[in-house]
């Protein structure tokens, strides 16, 4: 398994990890040292090795060696297969275990933004991408628009595509919960706090909404951690909690009292997402969600059934989405907290998740 950060494979692969231990299988972790590096190495049956590999751009001296560090590191492990996790392990490990013909998969779990914006770096970007994916025994797609993109970026339409409905949920974890009392409407964010995670346009909404509500609070659950180069700063984030239309209530190792306290999700994401785990575990609580009209977002939700599609990158089109589901009536909101419930026990469970794991496993023993 490799992944840029152990805080990914700690969070995203546990189950997946754990479900492969307990199919026989030895389990090596190659990923970027952070605090969950130790929880991994807790793991029966996982052997964690540092990869050193930045989060954002780094000199291309430093990505040069990252993707030699790691090319090294797989040639002296020798892997049966490879599961490659996050933008720069699938290029980095794609284009090492090409050369070493050793057989990989590439887990597509969102493209970012960085290569989506149409300039020629983000160009370049995508074509590396597509090349380091073309020799995968098969891509994890989260959503169909990004098989789109790297299609129209040269990955060839014989590569195997495997539709993943997310990373998966424990459902025994995230249990539901019936809504709480309907004054106020609680919505909650939950997730790193970057720019393109929308969290400045769902202050903007909240800052909206209070001119005429007061009956609608906002919980926003996330940290500057593992945060990209658009993360708020300090000083935006201080400035936000002094103006008070914002509860903020830092990064937190259990969200599942937060997602309980809320009537619904809000993911005001711009783009770049495969299938965001958060709202996959809301809906496993049987929290409906407002999320951006984007691939990835759009994907969660049944809209109008289990959640509401908002305009990305527009806090007034935001803020009347929210609206929308604060007057709903509360037969209307139960009754999509159970449909989120339901869609959840059908098609999110991380068992579905581990299966699919299992079965790309078998086929390097067959």
């Given at each position: 398994?490799?992944?840029?950060?152990?805080?990914?494979?700690?969070?995203?692969?546990?189950?997946?990890?754990?479900?492969?231990?307990d199919?026989?299988?030895?389990?090596?972790?190659?990923?970027?040292?952070?605090?969950?590096?130790?929880?991994?190495?807790?793991?029966?049956g996982?052997?964690?090795?540092?990869?050193?590999?930045?989060?954002?751009?780094?000199?291309?001296?430093?990505?040069?060696?990252?993707?030699?560090?790691?090319?090294?590191?797989?040639?002296r492990?020798?892997p049966?297969?490879?599961?490659?996790?996050?933008?720069?392990?699938?290029?980095?490990?794609?284009?090492?275990?090409?050369?070493?013909?050793?057989?990989?998969?590439?887990?597509?779990?969102?493209?970012?933004?960085?290569?989506?914006?149409?300039?020629?770096?983000?160009?370049?970007?995508?074509?590396l991408?597509?090349?380091?994916?073309a020799?995968?025994?098969?891509?994890l797609?989260?959503?169909?628009?990004?098989?789109?993109?790297?299609?129209?970026h040269?990955?060839?339409?014989?590569?195997?595509?495997?539709?993943?409905?997310?990373?998966?949920?424990?459902?025994?974890?995230?249990?539901?919960?019936?809504?709480?009392?309907?004054?106020?409407?609680?919505?909650?964010?939950?997730?790193?706090?970057?720019?393109?995670?929308?969290?400045?346009?769902?202050?903007?909404?909240?800052?909206?909404?209070?001119?005429?509500?007061?009956?609608?609070?906002?919980?926003?659950?996330?940290?500057?951690?593992?945060a990209?180069?658009?993360?708020?700063?300090?000083?935006?984030?201080?400035?936000?909690?002094?103006?008070?239309?914002?509860?903020?209530?830092?990064?937190?190792a259990?969200?599942?009292?937060?997602?309980?306290a809320?009537?619904?999700?809000?993911?005001?994401?711009?783009?770049?997402?495969?299938?965001?785990?958060?709202?996959?575990?809301?809906?496993?609580?049987?929290?409906?969600?407002?999320?951006?009209?984007?691939?990835?977002?759009?994907?969660?939700?049944?809209?109008?059934?289990?959640?509401?599609?908002?305009?990305?990158?527009d806090?007034?089109?935001?803020?009347?989405?929210?609206?929308?589901?604060?007057?709903?009536?509360?037969?209307?909101?139960?009754?999509?907290?159970?449909?989120?419930?339901?869609?959840?026990?059908?098609?999110?469970?991380?068992?579905?998740?581990?299966?699919?794991?299992?079965?790309?496993?078998?086929?390097?023993?067959?």
């Amino acid at each position: 398994m490799v992944s840029g950060t152990a805080w990914y494979l700690w969070n995203f692969r546990r189950h997946v990890i754990s479900g492969l231990v307990d199919s026989g299988w030895e389990i090596h972790a190659v990923a970027g040292a952070d605090a969950y590096s130790a929880d991994l190495a807790g793991l029966e049956g996982v052997t964690v090795h540092d990869w050193t590999v930045s989060l954002d751009d780094a000199h291309p001296g430093q990505e040069f060696m990252s993707l030699v560090g790691l090319t090294h590191m797989l040639r002296r492990l020798k892997p049966r297969i490879v599961f490659n996790n996050g933008i720069k392990a699938n290029v980095y490990g794609g284009l090492a275990c090409r050369a070493l013909r050793l057989p990989y998969v590439n887990n597509i779990s969102g493209l970012g933004m960085r290569i989506r914006r149409g300039t020629r770096g983000s160009t370049v970007l995508a074509r590396l991408y597509a090349v380091a994916s073309a020799g995968a025994k098969a891509l994890l797609i989260q959503n169909p628009g990004d098989l789109e993109f790297l299609r129209s970026h040269g990955l060839p339409a014989s590569c195997r595509a495997i539709r993943t409905m997310g990373s998966g949920v424990d459902l025994a974890q995230f249990t539901p919960v019936p809504l709480p009392e309907d004054w106020p409407v609680r919505i909650v964010f939950v997730g790193r706090l970057q720019a393109d995670k929308g969290i400045h346009d769902l202050v903007a909404a909240a800052r909206i909404l209070s001119r005429t509500r007061d009956d609608i609070a906002v919980d926003v659950v996330g940290g500057l951690q593992h945060a990209n180069a658009g993360a708020v700063t300090q000083e935006t984030l201080s400035d936000w909690e002094a103006e008070g239309l914002v509860t903020f209530a830092g990064q937190q190792a259990d969200v599942r009292p937060f997602l309980a306290a809320a009537h619904a999700l809000v993911m005001p994401s711009h783009g770049g997402e495969g299938m965001p785990k958060v709202i996959i575990e809301a809906a496993a609580m049987g929290r409906p969600a407002i999320v951006s009209d984007i691939d990835g977002c759009r994907d969660s939700i049944v809209a109008g059934e289990t959640g509401l599609p908002a305009p990305p990158r527009d806090p007034d089109g935001l803020a009347r989405v929210i609206a929308t589901f604060a007057d709903m009536p509360a037969s209307r909101k139960t009754a999509m907290s159970q449909a989120a419930r339901a869609r959840a026990e059908a098609a999110f469970s991380v068992e579905t998740i581990v299966e699919i794991y299992r079965e790309l496993v078998s086929e390097v023993d067959s």
